[in-house]
């Protein structure tokens, strides 16, 4: 009851018991960071510290609190660990085959989303993500049952196929007319997961197939009309004469003097090396004259000549489909195949131009090069593997970093250590990522983990040693009136104002003077005797 005739009542009901922690999954993403490497290697030990003496944590709680629970300072660690054992021992040994270091001040690094081409596809990419990640997985479904009925089955039977399947679903992944809409579909899918943890691109670059991900994501396409225009082409360019594709180790501008009539160059990665299209005889002869020269080439896992004469016939009917999609401008900057440069809205909506994307070269290089102008940019492939990676990192400025999504199919490791890895390094490169909604779909606590490690740096003046002998002064001490700098009004007893008295003592007068007209006749007297007012 109140006191003074109030009558409150206050009802207090026990909270609701915690909902516990979902279990953790293997292999978490750690990340540290402190002011200074001394307190960056105390905050390490330190975690080590508390995991040897709570074994039994969660250690995805572990990674929720140090993500979502601590501020970002300049010296940054980071290390994806299988569960606590494997946590402490890379922890006490500073591994430095597993910790990746970076010192990264705050500040705005552009943001480059590049998607894989044909040849990266494999069974089961991605597979972790669509375990763990209900946006990565439902826009799986959606891109698949779009699909269904241009395709005629369920994608996700031959990306995730059941037990014992899997080489009947890799032959068939090598069907363009299956290879081109799953590409998309897995690419889509992890631009949007990107997306949702707060990584917007500042430009967007595709390799062939991956720009139709690209202007999807820049709204010239809509998601029914992009799947269903990527499944047309995959029928068209399936349906022309097989044909074969060779790797050169050489600038294009020398290749281009080497070609017969029946070959082309269908892509230029890098400066120093492109890809050769045509019938299979051709390029069988170009083979054996390009080792004759000691000039390095490898013939690709392909069914088709892509990007060549021999895609001509599918044009035609390419356009005809184009024709009845509602293409739109870019709303996003997107760099174009064909010219290296940024899309226009001309090319975006005219459906010829991507007929001749689907016949011309890729010009993958002068893309990146335009792409280099982005001070500070980092490149992340969002697709299968890492081949884009591989063939843009010698092609970056001072500054600029690339980094893969998903493992290459040869990389023995589990599907997750390479999306937790990659974000990790974005983190240390200074993206700002929403770490919140990582873990919206789960059920996390924030742990009392160790605190920051303040060094405890003493700033304090010490006075003089108390055994110094004190030098004393051997002259006198001015009198205690001039010890002071104060300046200050002497007071003194009022004089007597005579007029004799003031004749005989000329002074000086500083006068208050007052509205009431004392003070005026004041002065006048003043004057009259000789005083300086």
């Known amino acids: 009851f109140g006191i003074g005739g109030t009558n409150a009542h206050v009802v207090l009901e026990e909270a609701p018991p915690a909902t516990p922690s979902d279990p953790a999954e293997p292999w978490q993403l750690l990340q540290l960071s402190a002011k200074t ?32 629970g601590r501020r970002t300072f300049t010296y940054r660690r980071m290390v994806v660990c299988r569960d606590v054992p494997d946590a402490i021992a890379v922890l006490r040994a500073v591994d430095p085959e597993r910790m990746i270091n970076r010192v990264q001040p705050e500040q705005t690094r552009p943001l480059v989303f590049m998607f894989s081409g044909q040849g990266s596809q494999y069974v089961n990419m991605g597979q972790a993500l669509v375990q763990t990640e209900p946006l990565f997985r439902n826009t799986v479904d959606e891109c698949a049952e ?30 363009t007319a299956v290879t081109q809409p799953a590409l998309f579909t897995i690419e889509y899918a992890l631009a949007k997961l990107w997306q949702s943890w707060g990584l917007q691109p500042d430009a967007m670059i595709g390799h062939s197939i991956g720009e139709y991900v690209a202007a999807t994501l820049a709204g010239v396409f809509t998601l029914p009309e992009a799947l269903h225009t990527v499944a047309k082409r995959g029928e068209l360019m399936q349906a022309q004469p097989g044909g074969s594709m060779l790797a050169v180790a050489r600038p294009a501008a020398q290749i281009e003097g080497l ?13 120093d090396s492109c890809v050769v299209s045509g019938p299979d005889e051709a390029i069988d002869a170009l083979a054996e004259q390009l080792t004759a020269q000691d ?31 509602a293409l739109k401008p ?7 195949n064909e010219t290296g440069d940024w899309l226009t809205a001309e090319q975006a909506t005219d459906p010829h131009y991507w007929a001749r994307h689907l016949r011309h070269a890729v010009d993958f290089a002068a893309g990146i090069h335009t792409l280099r102008g982005l001070n500070n940019a980092i490149f992340l492939e969002v697709g299968p593997g ?41 983190w240390l490169a200074g993206l700002p990522l929403q770490w919140s909604q990582l873990y919206q779909h789960q059920n996390r606590h924030r742990l009392p983990l160790p605190g920051y490690p303040f060094e405890r740096e003493r700033y304090w003046l010490d006075p003089p ?12 001490k001015a009198p205690l009136a001039d010890w002071f700098y104060l300046p200050s009004w002497q007071h003194t007893l009022p004089p007597t104002l005579t007029q004799q008295y003031l004749l005989d003592k000329p002074a000086h007068w500083l006068l208050f003077v007052d509205e009431a007209g004392l003070g005026d006749r004041l002065d006048s007297f003043l004057r009259t005797v000789a005083q300086q007012v």
């Open 37 to 68: 490497p001394a307190a960056l290697e105390t905050m390490t030990q330190n975690l080590a510290n508390y995991l040897e003496a709570h074994p039994e944590t969660n250690l995805a709680d572990v990674a929720f609190t140090l993500s979502n």
């Open 146 to 175: 779009i699909l269904r009925p241009f395709l005629h089955l369920d994608l996700r039977d031959l990306i995730y196929p059941a037990v014992g399947k899997e080489e009947w679903a890799a032959e068939q992944l090598q069907n």
């Open 259 to 271: 070609l017969p009539e029946t070959l082309t160059v269908a892509v230029i990665n890098s400066p």
């Open 295 to 325: 000039i390095q080439c490898r013939r690709l896992h392909t069914s088709h000549a892509f990007h060549s004469p021999m895609m001509q016939p599918a044009l035609a009917p390419f356009i005809a489909h184009l024709q009845t999609v």
């Open 330 to 336: 870019p709303t996003q900057p997107v760099i174009s």
């Open 386 to 426: 890492n081949a884009l990676a591989t063939v843009v990192k010698p092609q970056l400025g001072d500054g600029q970093l690339t980094y893969a999504t998903l493992r290459h199919p040869r990389q023995n490791e589990a599907d997750r250590i390479r999306p937790l890895t990659t974000i990790g390094q974005l």
């Open 465 to 476: 040693y108390a055994a110094q002998p004190r030098h004393l002064s051997a002259h006198k």
